[in-house]
């Protein structure tokens, strides 16, 4: 059955960074197209990143330049390092498979970007 538990957010100044960790159940990261998706309050869920088998990454206009999608097979790890980071990056984190698999929404981690 696979899983995912996100770890590492927090409360971070404007202007500072967080990395975040995405621990996946099994040995299948490596077949996997691998999304971290968040959701503000009052807003839908989106899609920030993006890693697909072979490296291909892709993000959002709104992160671009300013996030890191990467994954460690043999951790079953996939990892979202946010740089520069803005107030209106605060929302819940998640990762998921891309597409989404609806049964596989973890808890997320929270990201809070404040003075």
């Known amino acids: 059955q696979v899983q995912f538990v996100e770890s590492g957010g927090g409360l971070v100044q404007p202007g500072g960074s967080l990395r975040l960790a995405c621990a996946v159940s099994?040995?299948?990261?490596?077949?996997?197209?691998m999304g971290w998706y968040r959701q503000a309050p009052g807003k839908q869920r989106e899609l920030v990143a993006t890693?697909?088998?072979?490296?291909?990454?892709d993000y959002a206009d709104s992160v671009k330049g300013r996030f890191t999608i990467s994954r460690d097979n043999a951790k079953s790890t996939v990892y979202l390092q946010m740089n520069s980071l803005k107030p209106e990056d605060t929302a819940v984190y998640y990762c998921?498979?891309?597409?989404?698999?609806?049964?596989?929404w973890g808890q997320g981690t929270q990201v809070t970007v404040s003075s």
């Open positions: 099994g040995s299948i990261l490596r077949i996997l197209a």
């Open positions: 890693l697909i088998p072979g490296g291909y990454t």
């Open positions: 998921n498979t891309k597409p989404p698999g609806q049964a596989y």
